[in-house]
């Protein structure tokens, strides 16, 4: 009785979909970033690629992964839907992940080019819908995705720690098989849901019925400059913050004391402790975001941006002290990684989900798909980045040098969005 009068409270206030959409992105995310606890570590360990090498590779596939939805928020714009999109995008993704297990390179490397193309007509789609859904509560954007985002991160935990265990403990190929497993569960959650998802308006439409040859406003060409300049920072930031898959996972594997009461945890597994920190605090900024919209204190997004990479500075300060440890053989204590995670955990909050609200609150509706994709462009190029950065990280004097550059950079950007505020939110024009 207790749980129905809950979900009946939240209900009320959210659109039916969003319980769809969570549990689709779910596990999606499980499929996504379970492949990715194993990528890198799986590429040196079992490819006998070196550093650099697999730092490449990790960077162009992370890279090409968000650099396709800007193809598939277009095609979904035009031409098939979001739904539609959603469902190819998924199907595609799920056979990327099967063709993993198959042990055999040729195999491999077909697989993620499965994985890259599928995602781009998946995840730019899937948070288009979501926003098209709060049509008419727009100030509940912020807080359905991040309850949205809670999705994204216990499908990550999950994914993270069942993939990576099963990967490194039992077999590779068996872990890369379980994320493909996912995705199929969330592409049936997806497709017996679509009945719920008609609350966002007319999903599949035809480009004339949206007005989509229509110019632009001068009130919708600056919310597309403030969408622009706002990933550009979102570009920074993820550069630095990805670098969780590549850097410090390989930080975490040969410089960490990972031995808790005489178990060494697998190094992959540590990844999903920023989805379990996500989980934990996710639903604090929900009410945090609901408590201040409705009392107009809540601050403007390029202020919410700002807090983010002023977590994210105070991440890389811990790795780069924690880091410092580690000369003549002595291994950093894994609290270090922790509170790295932490840190990197709340500003993630401040900005991705406040980042995919903004875009859909922004974007002129005909062209929601395509600002998304550009909005996870920026995300292809820093992901691109931080694996070739990732790779370079041996070059420098000591790891904790490498580590301060993402402390000088964190803040450079928090200082800079404080000058660049005012000027954002006028452009906004009217939108928080």
């Known amino acids: 009785m207790v749980i129905?009068?809950?979900?009946?409270q939240i209900n009320e206030k959210h659109p039916n979909g969003l319980a769809v959409l969570f549990f689709t992105e779910m596990w999606e995310r499980f499929s996504?970033?379970?492949?990715?606890?194993?990528?890198?570590?799986?590429?040196?360990?079992?490819?006998?690629f070196d550093d650099k090498q697999a730092g490449s590779i990790y960077g162009a596939y992370t890279g090409l992964v968000y650099l396709t939805p800007l193809l598939g928020g277009y095609v979904?714009?035009?031409?098939?839907?979001?739904?539609?999109?959603?469902?190819?995008?998924?199907?595609?993704?799920?056979?990327?992940?099967?063709?993993?297990?198959?042990?055999?390179?040729?195999?491999?490397?077909?697989?993620?080019?499965?994985?890259?193309?599928?995602?781009?007509?998946?995840?730019?789609?899937?948070?288009?819908?979501?926003?098209?859904?709060?049509?008419?509560?727009?100030?509940?954007?912020?807080?359905?995705f991040t309850i949205f985002y809670m999705g994204i991160n216990l499908?990550?935990?999950?994914?993270?720690?069942?993939?990576?265990?099963?990967?490194?403990?039992?077999?590779?190929?068996?872990?890369?098989?379980?994320?493909?497993?996912?995705?199929?569960?969330?592409l049936l959650i997806f497709r017996f849901g679509f009945h719920s998802l008609e609350e966002g308006g007319n999903i599949t439409f035809l480009p004339e019925a949206q007005g989509i040859h229509k110019p632009l406003t001068k009130i919708e060409t600056d919310r597309i400059w403030?969408?622009?300049?706002?990933?550009?920072?979102?570009?920074?930031?993820?550069?630095?913050?990805?670098?969780?898959?590549?850097?410090?996972?390989?930080?975490?594997?040969?410089f960490t004391d990972r031995n808790v009461f005489g178990y060494i945890i697998p190094a992959s597994t540590i990844q999903s402790v920023n989805p379990f920190m996500i989980l934990l605090l996710a639903p604090l900024f929900t009410k945090m975001w609901t408590y201040m919209a409705e009392r107009n204190i809540e601050p403007i997004t390029p202020i919410k941006f700002m807090y983010g990479f002023v977590f994210l500075g105070i991440g890389f300060g811990m790795l780069a002290l924690g880091a410092m440890n580690i000369q003549n053989g002595t291994k950093a204590s894994l609290l270090w990684i922790i509170f790295a995670y932490l840190f990197h955990t709340i500003?993630?909050?401040?900005?991705?989900?406040?980042?995919?609200?903004?875009?859909?609150?922004?974007?002129?509706?005909?062209?929601?798909?395509?600002?998304?994709?550009?909005?996870?462009l920026s995300t292809a190029f820093s992901q691109f980045i931080a694996g070739v950065l990732s790779g370079e990280m041996s070059k420098f004097a000591s790891i904790s040098s490498f580590f301060l550059i993402f402390v000088i950079t964190s803040f450079a950007s928090a200082?800079?969005?404080?000058?660049?505020?005012?000027?954002?939110?006028s452009m906004m024009h009217g939108i928080h």
């Open 226 to 254: 403030v969408i622009a300049i706002l990933s550009a920072f979102g570009m920074f930031f993820w550069l630095a913050f990805e670098q969780a898959g590549s850097s410090i996972s390989l930080f975490t594997d040969r």
């Open 4 to 8: 129905q009068n809950k979900t009946q």
């Open 76 to 144: 979904a714009d035009r031409y098939i839907g979001y739904r539609k999109a959603i469902l190819f995008g998924g199907i595609l993704m799920a056979f990327g992940h099967l063709s993993l297990a198959i042990n055999q390179i040729n195999s491999f490397f077909i697989g993620l080019g499965l994985l890259i193309l599928g995602n781009g007509f998946f995840k730019p789609n899937i948070s288009t819908l979501l926003g098209r859904l709060y049509h008419n509560k727009i100030h509940l954007k912020d807080s359905g």
């Open 347 to 376: 500003g993630e909050l401040f900005l991705s989900p406040v980042g995919l609200s903004m875009v859909t609150k922004l974007s002129p509706v005909r062209f929601g798909g395509f600002l998304m994709g550009f909005w996870f």
């Open 32 to 48: 996504f970033y379970g492949m990715r606890a194993l990528l890198i570590l799986y590429l040196v360990k079992v490819l006998k």
């Open 415 to 425: 200082m800079i969005l404080i000058l660049l505020a005012k000027k954002l939110y």
């Open 155 to 186: 499908g990550a935990f999950f994914g993270s720690w069942l993939c990576g265990l099963i990967g490194e403990k039992y077999s590779w190929h068996l872990g890369f098989g379980l994320a493909g497993f996912g995705m199929i569960i969330g």
